[in-house]
């Protein structure tokens, strides 16, 4: 269950991201495409996903140093 947690986690959050985008950009003045809104979620998703294997793998670290 750990697995499709963290896959729907992801999922989720790609959604989100996208979402958000759409969203808030025009706000801003940022006109994006479907295609280009879809593109940005997934690079976010990719730097979210090795920030949190990054963290994890600190705190483990630690963990394991005590």
Do not use: C
């Not at 959604?15 to 280009?36: D, E, N, R, S």
């Amino acid at each position: 269950m750990s697995l499709v947690e963290a896959v729907a986690n992801v999922a989720v959050g790609y959604g989100v991201a996208v979402m958000t985008q759409i969203l808030i950009f025009p706000v801003f003045g940022l006109h994006t495409t479907l295609a280009q809104n879809l593109k940005m979620g997934a690079v976010f998703t990719v730097v979210s996903i090795a920030r949190s294997f990054a963290l994890r793998r600190l705190f483990e670290a630690i963990r394991v140093r005590n």
